[in-house]
């Protein structure tokens, strides 16, 4: 089951990274192109999307729905709903988060883990005197990639060292944050609160299918799901998100065996069906992701990219290490047995690879041009967090679980 989970994680980064390494060339080698495609209109005149750059039909609130906004604020909804599926199971009893002091640590780690890096970024961009320009990415850096942090610690650690549900657990708590933080600090355009009244009457929808014993979840999305999204969509908010608050209303299974077991697979509530289907669209979905989004020219390289890199290499690992140590020695909730303060340093530069959703913030922080190229080169180049874990490893002396 284990191999069978590694398998799927692994999946998903070549194809995401295969997209992200297409659009970075076709960018480079034929930009006006490259622009073509993310603009091209699927549908005009409607009342969600992007707004419409003609004046006459922007007065109107006439929008357009292009190439681009169908994959980072449509078909992106999936894979937000798929991460918050993770979330919401955690909090299920035998879930890594039903157990208040037991996640206290990996918690309160992932949160020094975002702290640092924003701190970093908004200082960097204060000393360099472009605060007002490029403060609004100190979110860009928060993030972890959870596929590819998996994957690097697993290679360092051994699947049996108690760091990898660690780190699952910490990067999934990042994950919540991050999807929080997107909702609260990065709307649209101006919030119309009202338009929130639909999430809320999709949920009670949703409870209401529950109980009457409604199992397949195609009506979940195509009901309460498709009346959520609009709500998200019209209110201002980040569309992505739009899904997230119908998955606990799907019918599901009790208890959890725990972050990224596989063996929750084979259950057939309707929660993880959902996930089952949709896994791997999802994994086209994100290689068009780093297609649409990766693809920036070189010469984009700027300050924004710099105050990433530093935010992400080396505000995570300071923030996770300096956080998991007050709590664990100062507040006595203590590491999990077999991890020292050595390996929590390490896996702190393993969540340093902020790339997927790392790219996504930076589509939502900036307006597009220089400055969002700019900081997207930092999310693509946090790959670099794969050398530098490896070299904390070999400092730290760390050993591999048998």
Same mark, same amino acid.
């Given at each position: 089951?284990?191999?069978?989970?590694?398998?799927?994680?692994?999946?998903?980064?070549?194809?995401?990274?295969?997209?992200?390494?297409?659009?970075?060339?076709?960018?480079?080698?034929?930009?006006?192109?490259?622009?073509?495609?993310?603009?091209? #209109?699927?549908?005009?005149? $409607? &009342?969600? /999307?992007? %707004? +419409?750059?003609? !004046?006459?039909? @922007? *007065?109107?609130?006439?929008?357009?729905?292009?190439?681009?906004?169908?994959?980072?604020?449509?078909?992106?909804?999936?894979?937000?709903?798929?991460?918050?599926? #993770?979330?919401?199971?955690? $909090? &299920?009893? /035998?879930? %890594? +988060?039903?157990? !208040?002091?037991? @996640? *206290?640590?990996?918690?309160?780690?992932?949160?020094?883990?975002?702290?640092?890096?924003?701190?970093?970024?908004?200082?960097?961009?204060?000393?360099?005197?472009?605060?007002?320009?490029?403060?609004?990415?100190?979110?860009? %850096?928060?993030?972890?990639?959870?596929?590819?942090?998996?994957?690097?610690?697993?290679?360092?650690?051994?699947?049996?060292?108690?760091?990898?549900?660690?780190?699952?657990?910490?990067?999934?708590?990042?994950?919540?944050?991050?999807?929080?933080?997107?909702?609260?600090?990065?709307?649209?355009?101006?919030?119309?609160?009202?338009?929130?009244?639909?999430?809320?009457?999709?949920?009670?929808?949703?409870?209401?299918?529950?109980?009457?014993?409604?199992?397949?979840?195609?009506?979940?999305?195509?009901?309460?799901?498709?009346?959520?999204?609009?709500?998200?969509?019209?209110?201002?908010?980040?569309?992505?998100?739009?899904?997230?608050?119908?998955?606990?209303?799907?019918?599901?299974?009790?208890?959890?065996?725990?972050?990224?077991?596989?063996?929750?697979?084979?259950?057939?509530?309707?929660?993880?069906?959902?996930?089952?289907?949709?896994?791997?669209?999802?994994?086209?979905?994100?290689?068009?992701?780093?297609?649409?989004?990766?693809?920036?020219?070189?010469?984009?390289?700027?300050?924004?990219?710099?105050?990433?890199?530093?935010?992400?290499?080396?505000?995570?690992?300071?923030?996770?290490?300096?956080?998991?140590?007050?709590?664990?020695?100062?507040?006595?909730?203590?590491?999990?047995?077999?991890?020292?303060?050595?390996?929590?340093?390490?896996?702190?530069?393993?969540?340093?690879?902020?790339?997927?959703?790392?790219?996504?913030?930076?589509?939502?922080?900036?307006?597009?041009?220089?400055?969002?190229?700019?900081?997207?080169?930092?999310?693509?180049?946090?790959?670099?967090?794969?050398?530098?874990?490896?070299?904390?490893?070999?400092?730290?002396?760390?050993?591999?679980?048998?």
């Amino acid at each position: 089951m284990l191999k069978k989970g590694l398998d799927f994680l692994l999946e998903n980064s070549i194809i995401l990274i295969a997209g992200a390494f297409a659009g970075l060339l076709w960018a480079n080698i034929n930009h006006e192109s490259y622009e073509h495609l993310l603009h091209f #209109e699927i549908f005009k005149n $409607t &009342l969600i /999307g992007y %707004p +419409l750059h003609d !004046a006459a039909d @922007a *007065a109107h609130g006439m929008r357009v729905i292009n190439f681009h906004y169908l994959v980072n604020d449509i078909l992106m909804a999936f894979f937000f709903a798929i991460a918050g599926k #993770e979330v919401w199971e955690a $909090t &299920l009893p /035998g879930g %890594p +988060l039903s157990n !208040a002091k037991k @996640a *206290a640590v990996p918690l309160i780690s992932a949160v020094g883990g975002m702290i640092g890096p924003a701190a970093i970024y908004l200082y960097g961009a204060h000393l360099i005197g472009q605060y007002a320009e490029i403060s609004n990415g100190w979110a860009i %850096p928060c993030a972890t990639d959870i596929a590819f942090s998996y994957l690097v610690a697993r290679l360092i650690f051994g699947a049996g060292h108690p760091a990898v549900p660690f780190l699952l657990l910490l990067a999934i708590a990042d994950d919540a944050l991050g999807l929080l933080i997107i909702a609260v600090f990065y709307p649209q355009e101006e919030v119309k609160i009202l338009w929130m009244l639909l999430p809320v009457i999709a949920v009670i929808i949703g409870i209401i299918m529950q109980k009457r014993g409604i199992h397949s979840f195609w009506p979940y999305l195509i009901i309460p799901g498709t009346l959520s999204w609009f709500g998200f969509a019209l209110a201002g908010l980040h569309p992505s998100l739009g899904l997230l608050p119908i998955i606990p209303t799907l019918p599901h299974a009790h208890a959890d065996k725990g972050l990224f077991n596989w063996a929750d697979m084979e259950k057939h509530d309707t929660l993880n069906e959902f996930e089952h289907f949709w896994k791997n669209p999802v994994e086209v979905i994100l290689g068009l992701f780093g297609l649409l989004n990766a693809g920036v020219v070189v010469g984009a390289i700027g300050e924004p990219t710099y105050l990433v890199l530093i935010g992400l290499l080396l505000g995570k690992p300071i923030g996770i290490w300096l956080t998991g140590m007050f709590t664990a020695k100062t507040l006595k909730f203590g590491l999990p047995d077999g991890l020292s303060s050595k390996d929590l340093f390490v896996l702190g530069n393993a969540a340093a690879i902020g790339f997927t959703v790392a790219l996504f913030v930076s589509t939502v922080a900036f307006k597009p041009g220089q400055i969002q190229d700019a900081a997207k080169m930092g999310a693509l180049l946090s790959f670099g967090a794969v050398l530098t874990t490896f070299i904390a490893a070999k400092i730290m002396r760390t050993k591999k679980a048998k």
